[in-house]
Nanobody, 116 residues
């Protein structure tokens, strides 16, 4: 079973930045594409960014121009750099395979809270 560990969340003021990291127990190349998801209480998880093994990226419209996803195969990490944070970015952030059907098991996630 693939283990996912997210870190880097915290409390930040609007306009601030955070950098999230994710490690995958079997290696980030286990899946063709890795994604960062987020879930607001009472809502379903949404995919905010993804990156393929070849480095092709895709972003949700709500984060385009503010978030950057990257991967470091040597360090076995997938990173989400979040700039220009807004209160509506407040959520628990998770990393996982994209599409999620490839790995339905989630990690604990990391809480991001943006104050206005």
């Amino acid at each position: 079973q693939v283990q996912l560990v997210e870190s880097g969340g915290g409390l930040v003021q609007a306009g601030g930045s955070l950098r999230l990291s994710c490690t995958v127990s079997e290696g980030i190349n286990t899946f063709v594409s890795m994604g960062w998801y987020r879930r607001v209480i009472g809502s379903q998880r949404e995919l905010v960014a993804s990156i393929t093994r070849r480095g092709m990226t895709n972003y949700a419209d709500s984060v385009k121009g503010r978030f950057t996803i990257s991967r470091d195969n040597a360090k076995n990490t997938v990173t989400l750099q979040m700039n220009g944070l807004k209160p509506e970015d407040t959520a628990v952030y998770y990393c996982n395979a994209d599409p999620i059907s490839l790995n339905p098991t989630w990690g604990q996630g990391t809480q991001v809270t943006v104050s206005s």
